[in-house]
């Protein structure tokens, strides 16, 4: 279905824009009653081989979200029903800053591949930091 359905759609849109709107689209269907048990049952997997104890902390699976995705912290809990046994967000510099022009992500179809120079375009950290505290009460997993 991704192959015939949902890429071509995709790559009718930048790369930058089908990034954004990949992120509205699953933000909207983890909305709908049901959405999140169902995106957590198809792609959360709980076995106790694949935790990982790192640092005093353990994770559910050894498979994570690099840094670059979710730049400002916005998307964390969408993502997380996807599976990530861990999610590393940012970058975030002190200051917001717009990053590089446009384009600055390419497609290379050929290999499969993106060329990406967004140049750490992000809201910066005092934001993060707000919306952190707001969406993370102490105690509570995503
Ligand atoms: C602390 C840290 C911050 C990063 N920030 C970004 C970022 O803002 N944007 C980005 O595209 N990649 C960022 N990266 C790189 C990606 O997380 C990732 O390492 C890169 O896409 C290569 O993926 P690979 O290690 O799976 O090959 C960061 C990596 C680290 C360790």
Known sequence: MYKSIIKPILFLLSPEKAHHFTLVILKVMLAFPGGRWLFESLYRVKD????????????????GLAAGFDKD??????MSALGFGFIEIGTVTPEPQAGNSLPRLFRLPADDALINRMGFNNEGLDEMVERLKKGHPKGRRW
């Not at 990982?52 to 353990?58: A, D, E, P």
């Open 48 to 63: 106790k081989k694949l935790e990982r104890t790192v640092f005093g902390l353990t994770f559910p699976n050894p498979v």
């Open 73 to 78: 912290g916005k998307h964390y809990k969408a």
